[in-house]
C-alpha cells in the first residue's frame, strides 16, 4: 500500500513541479526556440533559400518556413519578436535567415506572467544567444 502512495505521488510531481515554475516553463520553451532558430538557420545554408519564422498575431504560434511547419506555446506564454523584418509580412512579424548565414536580426522575448527569457539574433552571423 505504501508502495503505491509513493507512485502516485512520483508521478504526479512532474505535473506539479511545471505548474509551480513559470520561470523553467519560459526557460523549455525558449530552448526549443533556440532549436528551431538554428535549424532555420542551417536549413537556409543547407538549400541556398531565404528561410524565416513567421511569428503569428496573438503571439502563441509561429511558423517556420520554407517548410511552414507551426508551433504552439501554451496561452500562458507570449513571444515577441523585435527588429524583425517589417516588409516580411504585412500582418506578421517575421525573422528571415539567408543563404549566406546572416540574418534581419533582432531579438526575441518569451512572457509569461512577467517571468522572461529573451534570445539576440545576430545580424551578420545569423547566431542566436539566449541573454
Known amino acids: 500500500m505504501v508502495l503505491a502512495i509513493l507512485s502516485g505521488l512520483s508521478a504526479a510531481f512532474p505535473?506539479?513541479?511545471?505548474?509551480?515554475?513559470?520561470?523553467?516553463?519560459?526557460?523549455?520553451y525558449a530552448r526549443?526556440?533556440?532549436?528551431?532558430?538554428?535549424?532555420l538557420r542551417a536549413e537556409s545554408m543547407r538549400t541556398n533559400t531565404v528561410a524565416e519564422l513567421r511569428l503569428v498575431q496573438g503571439g502563441h504560434t509561429y511558423q517556420l518556413f520554407p517548410d511552414g511547419t507551426g508551433r504552439d506555446l501554451p496561452e500562458a506564454i507570449k513571444l515577441n519578436l523585435s527588429g524583425a523584418d517589417p516588409a516580411a509580412a504585412t500582418q506578421d512579424a517575421a525573422l528571415r535567415f539567408?543563404?549566406?548565414?546572416?540574418?534581419?536580426g533582432g531579438s526575441v522575448v518569451l512572457d509569461r506572467d512577467g517571468r522572461t527569457a529573451q534570445l539576440a539574433i545576430s545580424?551578420?552571423?545569423?547566431?542566436?544567444?539566449?541573454e
Open 15 to 28: 505535473l506539479a513541479w511545471q505548474r509551480l515554475s513559470p520561470q523553467r516553463q519560459v526557460q523549455v
Open 32 to 39: 526549443r526556440l533556440v532549436a528551431d532558430l538554428g535549424w
Open 98 to 104: 539567408f543563404p549566406d548565414g546572416s540574418s534581419t
Open 123 to 130: 545580424p551578420l552571423s545569423g547566431r542566436v544567444r539566449e
